[in-house]
């Protein structure tokens, strides 16, 4: 009996000792910061919530920075205020898993073609680059390495990094050098 008066105590005592020393975890905060940054041509370049007039027809990004996921296609646009011109950096990828898409997407060889997997992205310094791409997309190429990697895709937004050069085909000559670009807690809508 005293055996038994003595496994109670200490079961007690040890049930005691761990409800007291249980501590309840604190949650952690919730980064909601949003950013999307880059570089073009060597020159630091961070979005600001803008609209381009003339992306407005694309209503899933058209205030920026945002994402979109439609079908099997994700859209990311940025705007930022350069001057008396609104600059904007647009990329698309197709997703083989709109649930989930982290992954690694290469660019295209053209920039108005894209498949499964792959991306393609455009940065639009002024009105006529638009056109430029509109109207003459099979004079432009990407450098090889031009690349578009989402890390994160969790509670409806993204983070990721970047990177393209916009060549053109006829004089091999750089058009846009894309580096360093980075977003984080991207809402998607």
């Not at 952690?28 to 370049?45: E, H, I, L, Q, S």
């Not at 600001?48 to 439609?70: G, H, K």
């Not at 009105?127 to 099979?138: H, N, P, R, S, V």
């Amino acid at each position: 009996m005293k055996n038994f008066k003595v496994l109670v105590l200490l079961c007690l005592l040890g049930l005691g000792i761990g409800i007291i020393g249980c501590k309840k975890d604190e949650p952690k905060p919730v980064d909601n910061t949003f950013y999307f940054t880059c570089k073009v041509n060597g020159v630091a370049w961070n979005s600001q919530n803008l609209t381009d007039p003339l992306i407005a027809d694309f209503v899933e990004i058209d205030t920026m920075p945002s994402a979109a996921i439609r079908h099997d296609s994700l859209l990311i646009g940025a705007c930022a205020q350069i001057g008396s011109d609104t600059s904007s950096v647009i990329m698309a990828a197709t997703l083989s898993n709109p649930a989930n898409a982290v992954g690694t997407y290469l660019f295209s060889d053209n920039i108005s073609t894209i498949s499964v997997g792959k991306a393609i992205g455009l940065y639009a310094a002024q009105k006529l680059d638009y056109f430029g791409y509109i109207f003459a997309a099979d004079q432009f190429t990407y450098a090889p390495g031009a690349q578009l990697k989402v890390t994160k895709h969790a509670n409806k937004k993204i983070d990721g990094e970047f990177n393209f050069k916009i060549i053109r085909k006829s004089d091999q000559a750089t058009v846009y050098d894309i580096t360093d670009g980075k977003f984080q807690n991207l809402p998607i809508r």
